[in-house]
T-cell receptor, first 113, second 113 residues
Framework: KAGVTQTPRYLIKTRGQQVTLSCSPI?????VSWYQQTPGQGLQFLFE???????NKGNFPGRFSGRQFSNSRSEMNVSTLELGDSALYLC????????????FGAGSRLTVL | DQQVKQNSPSLSVQEGRISILNCDYT??????FLWYKKYPAEGPTFLIS?????DKNEDGRFTVFLNKSAKHLSLHIVPSQPGDSAVYFC????????????FGAGTQVVVTP
């Protein structure tokens, strides 16, 4: 099985711009969640999607949004970028049934200048 | 509000010895706990998990202990190997909030020859 694929792997933006990150889950996985990793903060939960519906949301401002498509692929968008948005954004998928384990992609490294 | 804490940002251990990583949590509703390992430029990979109905789970060189009364879990790696050098994250979740995991800030483990 192919793993979780995230694109792009690296990107640089300037303050005020917006960015869209993409995630393709493991085949057959219908749940996709997004996490932000910054130094010293660990992984912070952004949101989770299942069958195109947002099921859970973390404590991030409305500038952070996401969606899921019918093929389970997901995108997250950050608008009006701030310097503090520089981080590694990780996508994870999991099977709805079975063990409650997340399988992560390699992440998208966003740098905001 | 950091509900999962890893108070040791780093740990150095000699090859062949035991590595002990600690994790504390504040939310008594958490009932499922996991450990992930992360190498640079890769996403976190699942190591081992434990349900709150157990106090110990083993998988090869890895053992996780859970002390619910103290809201504390630990990961033991015996014997430590150079390939174990990575950042380790503990994570916690609630059965009624599938998909939303709270992660600690991580512990960088360095295994020296």
């Amino acid at each position: 099985k192919a793993g979780v694929t995230q694109t792009p792997r690296y990107l640089i933006k300037t303050r005020g711009q917006q960015v869209t990150l993409s995630c393709s889950p493991i085949s057959g996985h219908r749940s996709v969640s997004w996490y932000q990793q910054t130094p010293g903060q660990g992984l912070q939960f952004l949101f989770e999607y299942f069958s195109e519906t947002q099921r859970n949301k973390g404590n991030f401002p409305g500038r952070f949004s996401g969606r899921q498509f019918s093929n389970s692929r997901s995108e997250m968008n950050v608008s009006t970028l701030e310097l503090g948005d520089s981080a590694l954004y990780l996508c994870a998928s999991r099977a709805r049934s079975g063990a409650n384990v997340l399988t992560f992609g390699a992440g998208s490294r966003l740098t905001v200048l | 509000d950091q509900q999962v804490k890893q108070n040791s940002p780093s740990l150095s251990v000699q090859e062949g010895r035991i590595s002990i990583l600690n994790c504390d949590y504040t939310n008594s509703m958490f009932d499922y706990f996991l450990w992930y390992k992360k190498y640079p430029a890769e996403g976190p990979t699942f190591l081992i998990s434990i349900s709150s109905i157990k106090d110990k789970n083993e998988d090869g060189r890895f053992t996780v202990f859970l002390n619910k009364s103290a809201k504390h879990l630990s990961l033991h790696i015996v014997p430590s190997q150079p390939g174990d050098s990575a950042v380790y994250f503990c994570a916690a979740s609630r059965t009624d909030s599938w998909g939303k995991f709270q992660f600690g800030a991580g512990t960088q483990v360095v295994v020296t020859p």
